[in-house]
């Protein structure tokens, strides 16, 4: 889609070529005496190399719209005296395919190269440290940038409509992404997508060191079907992954909050695992994640906004490993029976309109068999396995099975569905039978 309009008047408010100009071959430019800026191009397109000085002076910026709608302009290339690349430099030039950036560029500004439609991959050199507002926006045939570990900000929407760009990597240098948006006749704060409507990104890699997935990230990124949210996370912002293609989220056990809408309308969320770091689900966190059939909610977590679970109309048994939590109407529409732990406390007959039951849970499996059973370090040991992750199991053990004289031994906590126990006493008894419980 076209977006000429909504831009035109960023456009037309700088850039202007000054009155006395100087001229040097196709290009105008503006010189303080120290540096020179280039301000115009009148040339006929091309492959066009921006001279490194002029008349003595290094050549540091290439100024607002210098570029801005030249279709023929093939190829440009930016020496290494460039510092700085200005608002809109390079915009809807449609037939530029080929850009190489000096390594001195410390700023690609807004729309830089918005829409220039066929370039198809861009290396961002390690000086870049701002990528501007809507830098690549609507470069329809770009698929592969390569983000440095110099960059700290991604701008709004600066690959916004980029429809073939299929993966990204987040460098943990980055600490902002997007732009602050405040509609101020309504009093909303708004963060805007660096990555609205990429929806071939199909592949997301946060490095480890990033704080936070802000609000919006990569809201409508309908193909986006795999994302590694690393340790460092302790956040997930307000519609995060909102209508996005995710099939299953780890969430990292640093993560503490999960903002509003940060999963609504992931249809084809299958699976979700909420770490027992977390505290607070937003409103609508999850809302119309229709293939969403079962959630365990960790101890950790002590409210869930309204409607969290709003429209996931498979979810069928939600499992709560804590106290009641604040939740009014959290399970809104959903065909949902609510189980809590023997011993926690608040629970009633429903839970946000919905019923409640005992949490039953199935004794766990000993493996006896393999090398996961038998004497490890001079301690009889075995392996349990069950479906649950994170839930304590007892060991028992008695002299003779039919007397009924279990005595504990020690408990594990499942990791992943299993755990190795062992037994340092077990050599002081001619006979010794084991068994696992849960509450």
């Known amino acids: 889609m076209k977006t000429k309009p909504f831009l035109v008047g960023i456009f037309l408010i700088a850039g202007l070529v000054p009155a006395l100009a100087a001229e040097f071959g196709d290009f105008?430019?503006?010189?303080?005496?120290?540096?020179?800026?280039?301000?115009?191009?009148?040339?006929?397109?091309?492959?066009?190399?921006?001279?490194?000085?002029?008349?003595?002076?290094?050549?540091?910026?290439?100024?607002?719209?210098?570029?801005?709608?030249?279709?023929?302009?093939?190829?440009?290339?930016?020496?290494?005296?460039?510092?700085?690349?200005?608002?809109?430099?390079?915009?809807?030039?449609?037939?530029?395919?080929?850009?190489?950036?000096?390594?001195?560029v410390s700023s690609i500004g807004e729309a830089a190269f918005h829409?220039?439609?066929?370039?198809?991959?861009?290396?961002?050199?390690?000086?870049?440290?701002?990528?501007g507002d809507y830098a690549f926006s609507n470069c329809t045939s770009l698929t592969t940038v390569l983000i440095p570990d110099s960059v700290t900000r991604i701008g709004g929407f600066a690959f916004a409509g980029c429809t073939s760009l299929s993966s990204i990597r987040i460098p943990s240098s980055v600490n902002e992404w997007g732009r602050v948006e405040i509609l101020f006749t309504m009093g909303i704060v708004l963060m805007s997508s660096p990555f609205s409507g990429c929806i071939t990104l199909t592949s997301v890699m946060v490095d480890?060191?990033?704080?936070?997935?802000?609000?919006?990230?990569?809201?409508?990124?309908?193909?986006?079907?795999?994302?590694?949210?690393?340790?460092?996370?302790?956040?997930?912002g307000d519609w995060a992954f909102s209508g996005t293609g995710l099939t299953s989220v780890t969430i990292p056990d640093s993560v503490t909050s999960i903002g509003d809408r940060a999963f609504s309308g992931c249809t084809g969320l299958t699976s979700i695992t909420i770490p027992n770091s977390v505290t607070s689900i937003g409103d609508y966190a999850f809302n119309s994640c229709a293939g969403l059939t079962s959630v365990t909610i960790p101890d950790s977590v002590t409210s869930i906004g309204g409607e969290a679970f709003n429209g996931c109309t498979r979810l069928a048994s939600v499992y709560f490993r804590g106290d009641s939590p604040e939740g009014p109407e959290a399970f809104y529409d959903c065909p949902t029976t609510i189980y809590y732990l023997p011993g926690t406390t608040g629970w009633g007959?429903?839970?946000?309109?919905?019923?409640?039951?005992?949490?039953?849970?199935?004794?766990?499996?000993?493996?006896?068999?393999?090398?996961?059973?038998?004497?490890?370090?001079?301690?009889?040991?075995?392996?349990?396995?069950?479906?649950?992750?994170?839930?304590?199991?007892?060991?028992?053990?008695?002299?003779?099975?039919?007397?009924?004289?279990?005595?504990?031994?020690?408990?594990?906590?499942?990791?992943?569905?299993?755990?190795?126990?062992?037994?340092?006493?077990?050599?002081?008894?001619?006979?010794?039978?084991?068994?696992?419980?849960?509450?």
């Open 349 to 439: 007959a429903t839970f946000s309109d919905r019923p409640t039951a005992r949490w039953v849970l199935p004794n766990p499996v000993i493996l006896g068999f393999g090398p996961s059973f038998g004497v490890r370090t001079n301690q009889f040991g075995f392996i349990i396995s069950w479906a649950m992750n994170d839930i304590p199991v007892a060991v028992e053990a008695c002299s003779d099975s039919t007397q009924s004289s279990w005595a504990p031994v020690g408990s594990v906590t499942l990791n992943n569905g299993s755990a190795y126990f062992s037994d340092a006493d077990w050599a002081n008894h001619p006979v010794r039978f084991y068994r696992v419980r849960s509450d």
């Open 208 to 236: 480890d060191g990033v704080q936070a997935i802000p609000d919006r990230a990569f809201l409508g990124c309908t193909g986006l079907t795999s994302v590694t949210i690393p340790d460092s996370v302790t956040s997930i």
């Open 115 to 131: 829409e220039c439609t066929g370039l198809t991959s861009i290396i961002i050199p390690d000086s870049v440290t701002s990528i």
């Open 28 to 104: 105008t430019y503006g010189s303080d005496g120290v540096a020179v800026a280039i301000t115009g191009y009148s040339g006929p397109g091309g492959a066009v190399t921006i001279p490194d000085t002029i008349e003595g002076l290094p050549v540091t910026s290439i100024g607002n719209e210098v570029f801005a709608s030249c279709s023929s302009l093939t190829s440009i290339t930016v020496p290494d005296s460039v510092t700085s690349i200005e608002r809109a430099a390079f915009a809807f030039c449609t037939g530029l395919t080929s850009v190489t950036i000096g390594d001195n």
